[in-house]
């Protein structure tokens, strides 16, 4: 396993139950889904839960920025899942945080590795339950 990895959106709103033995990084990316779930929250506990998450995460994490790097990383992860049938425009979130794992040479943990799958080779994908 890669020594650092960059934890998917799922993964910070529900962390997994082993401890992982790696650096876990974030995406800007990750942090604007994150701030978009607050004000999707249909109650206020759900609210001030994800909000102090959020915040925890502000905190203690310098995310990765979406830079000439990702865009360029973007552009190969695109074409690989144009390619592979599937639509990019409809999981550009996803495919923002994959490229960003791409550009900066880290693994991408997930619970939904089925999105990724078609990336195999560009970038390593470490399913988590």
Known sequence: MNSRLLADTN?????PRVPLRAKLMISVVTIA???LGILGATNHEEKRTRQTRLDLIKRK???LPVDQKVATSYGIIGRRTLDAGRQ????????LIASTAHAYGVALAT??????????GLIEIIKLD
């Open 11 to 15: 993964v910070w709103i529900l962390p």
């Open 33 to 35: 889904e994150l701030e």
């Open 61 to 63: 994490m310098k995310p």
């Open 88 to 95: 990019p425009r409809r999981r550009c979130m996803d495919l």
């Open 111 to 120: 619970r939904n590795a089925t999105d990724f799958d078609h990336l195999d």
